[in-house]
């Protein structure tokens, strides 16, 4: 440990635990790679693995989800955990750099392998039942901001620079493709027993925690100052009520179809964005702020963390359209029974699994070669083209043809993620790589929530205009009550999704077995069957489809046009030199321009970073 004379800015004398010859011991950055990968797929497994398992779930506790204002603790469960994710990943960030990242780190595995343990002893059912796994599910979400945020930093501190696109696109790409590997999980787990799902978590936490405090050294430069409480809080409150009305505008409210433009949902939504931008201005006027707003104006931070927010607002809600379109439509079509469902659904999605795997560390480590810009303006491009060849598919596609299309979506995503990120954490001052690594995963994290939210809301309103007369003239056609039948096809389009999301099939569901056993045998036959439902939602479930994939589709040519606007930049890590001022340097300076920003020196190693 050497401890750096002077201050900067005030904020007290820097910590280095870097050893003191400068050489990074090449056995200990595999344990790093190792462990950090280990916690950042635990984490990301447990952010899906709900979602193919919620039937199980609901059915276990014995709550139905389509009940009555049921839907809260259906919405909850899923997002719950993204949003507490997202809301402390920046706070935990900077407590890395101010006490050491490895303490927080090895601190998230404790609290996640605790939720996880909670989770699958829940002794309850009905609401309360669903309440305390809400409130586990928060608490494993606490234990995963710790790992997320200080994972990065972590792998950046022990790679040298020349690997470190390898060790990040490895450790990214494991936690992109855990939130695919989780849909299998819970397809696997849930039907034997759905505590599993959870219970799962728990040996790898274990081995992972005792592995993590044994083995992990914290050799980051570390300044300790106070605690920006001002700014921690109004930057957790307003992403707190953001994403909190994000997640309420997909449900129903009075005559809308949606809760957009409700009084609560436009009220959390405008305090929210208030408090953010009251967070940026409290940042630039504390002396110890909780994220440096000058990081931004490292043109290769700014526009990498950018890009990272267009490419997962694609990626978010499309795992939940496809989703819904393999398990309402595409399975039970093609004799699948709607229970069964889920776990196929999750099986069918594994081409996209397959091309992150591949092109994740390989385009990880031709970047470190090569630079991430090329790799990083290709990758939207590629996943956009993929978008493309999804808009043209018919919903009752051949699966040769689906499988390839999401194979190239996924190496697309894959070949973007490993550089994109390498780049972003080689632009940061070491002192700043925890906070500078967590905003960007921040930004990651909450856009998928933005994305459920905005996908969602497209597939609603392309439902909404169709389905309506749809349902009613088929439910008619076949012997329902038309006073019955007009009624049901007025019930929110997010009920429909939500039956389908969860492998129910919606008309038994609707009607129920009163209503269906007063019907003639034929009709009971169609209804009940595999394909009248399918059928009945295939046109307006393309509509709204169409809508969100046109939507996804800008924001990865967006992404690609922000990538390449990047410029050929030089790498900023700055091992060998701390005194790094903000902003005023003889040896640094800022631009605007695509040239040299914050902590760029200007002396680097040739094709550091492209």
């Known amino acids: 440990m050497s401890v750096l004379s002077g201050s900067r800015g005030g904020l007290g004398p820097e910590v280095s635990a870097t050893p003191s010859n ?23 497994i447990d952010s899906s693995i709900t979602l193919i398992a919620m039937p199980n779930i609901f059915l276990g506790i014995h709550l139905d989800p389509l009940g009555r204002g049921n839907s809260f603790y259906l919405l909850w469960m899923i997002l719950g955990f993204l949003v507490v994710t997202s809301v402390l990943v920046v706070s935990l960030g900077r407590l890395g750099d101010m006490f050491g990242r490895v303490k927080m780190y090895n601190l998230g595995f404790v609290i996640y392998t605790v939720g996880s343990l909670a989770l699958s002893v829940d002794w309850m059912y009905g609401r309360a039942g669903a309440t305390w796994l809400i409130i586990m599910r928060l608490v ?20 040298p620079k020349n690997q470190r696109g390898m060790a990040l696109g490895i450790n990214q790409v494991a936690g992109i493709s855990g939130s695919f590997i989780g849909l ?13 799902i959870f219970l799962i978590s728990v040996p790898i936490g274990l081995f992972g925690t005792i592995w993590a405090y044994l083995k992990l050294e914290d050799r980051g430069v570390r300044r300790p100052s106070s605690i920006d409480w001002l700014g921690n809080s109004t930057f957790a409150l307003g992403l707190i009520l953001l994403m909190v009305g994000i997640t309420y505008g997909i449900e129903p409210a009075g005559d809308s179809a949606t809760g957009w433009t409700s009084l609560p949902v436009l009220l959390e939504l405008g305090l929210g964005i208030a408090l953010l931008v009251g967070f940026f201005f409290i940042e630039t006027k504390v002396d110890n702020p909780m994220f440096k707003i000058p990081l931004f104006r490292i043109r290769t931070y700014l526009f990498g963390t950018f ?71 290709i990758g939207p491009i590629g996943t956009a083209v993929a978008f493309v060849l999804l ?6 596609f051949s699966y040769p043809y689906f499988a ?7 190496l697309s995503q894959g070949m973007f993620a490993a550089p994109n990120r390498a780049a972003v954490m080689n632009s940061l001052p070491p002192e700043n790589r925890g906070v500078g690594g967590a905003m960007n995963s921040t930004f990651q994290n909450s856009a998928q929530v933005f994305s459920i939210g905005i996908f969602f809301s497209l597939m609603i309103a392309g439902l909404s205009a169709v389905l309506p007369r749809a349902m009613a003239t088929g439910l008619i056609s076949h012997g329902v009550d038309a006073n019955l039948a007009r009624g049901l096809s007025h019930l929110p389009p997010v009920s429909i999704l939500f039956a389908a999301f969860l492998g129910y099939n919606p008309i038994q569901k609707l009607l129920g077995h009163r209503v269906l056993l007063g019907l003639s045998h034929q009709n009971y036959v169609i209804l009940t069957g595999k394909e009248f439902f399918p059928k009945l939602i295939s046109g307006a479930f393309s509509s709204g489809l169409h809508e969100a994939f046109i939507f996804a589709l800008s924001a990865c040519l967006i992404a690609a046009v922000v990538s390449s606007a990047r410029g050929r930049q030089v790498s900023s890590a ?13 040896s640094f300076a800022i631009h605007g321009d695509g040239g040299l920003g914050i902590g760029e ?5 040739p094709g550091a970073n492209r």
């Not at 090449?26 to 635990?42: D, E, H, P, Q, R």
Request: hydrophobic fraction near 55%; avoid cysteine.
């Open 184 to 196: 299998v999980l819970g397809g696997l787990l849930g039907p034997i027993d759905w505590r599993l």
């Open 307 to 377: 890009s990272t927010f267009l490419v997962a607002v694609s990626r978010g809600g499309l795992m939940f359209m496809l989703i819904i379109w393999l398990q309402g439509i595409w399975l039970p079509l093609h004799g699948y029974s709607f229970a069964a469902t889920p776990l196929w659904a999750g099986i069918y999605m594994l081409p996209l699994t397959v091309g992150f795997l591949i092109a994740g560390p390989m385009s990880g480590h031709l970047s470190d070669k090569f630079g991430p810009r090329l790799f990083a303006t």
């Open 22 to 44: 400068g050489e990074l011991s090449s056995n200990y950055k595999w344990i790093a790679l190792s462990n950090t990968t280990l916690g950042v797929l635990m984490a990301t």
């Open 140 to 159: 494993q979400g606490v234990g995963s901001a710790f790992l997320v945020a200080n994972a990065s930093a972590i792998l950046t501190d022990a790679f």
């Open 574 to 586: 700055v091992e060998s030199v701390h005194e790094v001022t903000m902003g005023a340097s003889p």
């Open 601 to 605: 020196v200007l002396n680097p190693e």
């Open 391 to 396: 808009l043209l598919m018919p919903v009752d």
């Open 404 to 410: 390839g299309v999401l194979l190239l979506s996924g």
